[in-house]
């Protein structure tokens, strides 16, 4: 079965600091991978995502991703983080050739509070 | 364009009754996804409808939980004899024919079963 986890629940961070959010999956199969980004009151929103390709995804707001097969991790990074940022950041994968099965699967969330 | 809305946006209800929570998905989007969300759980899978396929109820947790969706369009999510620990938001999410990978997202019904 597949799972997906966040490394870290919480992550604070000073403005103009970079970001690391850390996650990893586990898959005998290939997979579509995503982050979707939840800032405060809203709904879910999709950051980014992996298909194929480059293994280097670019996102909005600056973010980016990079899949490492090896290491079955799709680590989302910013340079230098605002203020806005702050909000829930979610990693999901989906299994590739599953059939009629496209549902999600998704990590715990990982909470990043950028600071003055 | 119009984005995937939710109805309510809040709901409260006594346990043991019966709650109806709607999806409209964005218009021309074929696949419908319904996940709920639980504090300090993350999101869970509960149903998918995919045009006049039979639907994906693999996740739902119990048969108190049942979900239909009229005409390929709007959906509607039925929690029977509500339970405390049904208390969560609750997630539709709708994806375009061609590009189904990506999974456009409702603001959530806030349901709390007192």
């Known amino acids: 079965a597949q799972s997906v986890t966040q490394l870290d629940s919480q992550v604070p961070v000073f403005e103009e600091a970079p970001v690391e959010l850390r996650c990893n999956y586990s898959?005998?199969?290939?997979?579509?991978l995503f982050w979707y980004v939840q800032y405060p009151n809203q709904g879910l929103q999709l950051l980014l995502k992996y298909l194929s390709g480059s293994t280097l995804v670019k996102g909005i707001n600056g973010f980016e991703a990079e899949f490492n097969k090896s290491q079955t991790s799709f680590h989302l990074r910013k340079p230098s983080v605002h203020i806005s940022d702050t909000a829930e950041y979610f990693c999901?994968?989906?299994?590739?050739?599953?059939?009629?099965?496209?549902?999600?699967?998704w990590g715990l969330g990982t909470s990043l509070a950028v600071n003055p | 364009g119009a984005g995937v809305s939710q109805s309510p946006s809040n709901k409260v209800t006594e346990k043991g009754k019966d709650v109806e929570l709607r999806c409209d998905p964005i218009?021309?989007?074929?696949?419908l996804y319904w996940y709920r969300q639980s504090l300090g759980q993350g999101l869970e899978f509960l149903i998918y409808?995919?045009?006049?396929?039979?639907?994906?109820k693999s996740g739902l947790p119990s048969d108190r939980f049942s979900a239909e969706r009229t005409g390929g369009s709007v959906s509607t999510l039925t929690i029977q004899r509500t339970q405390q620990e049904d208390s969560a938001v609750y997630l539709c999410a709708s994806s375009p024919p061609r590009y189904q990978e990506t999974q456009y997202f409702g603001p959530g019904t806030r349901l709390l079963v007192l």
């Open positions: 218009s021309g989007h074929t696949a």
């Open positions: 999901a994968v989906r299994v590739i050739n599953a059939g009629n099965n496209r549902k999600l699967i």
């Open positions: 409808f995919q045009g006049n396929s039979a639907p994906d």
């Open positions: 898959s005998s199969v290939s997979v579509y």
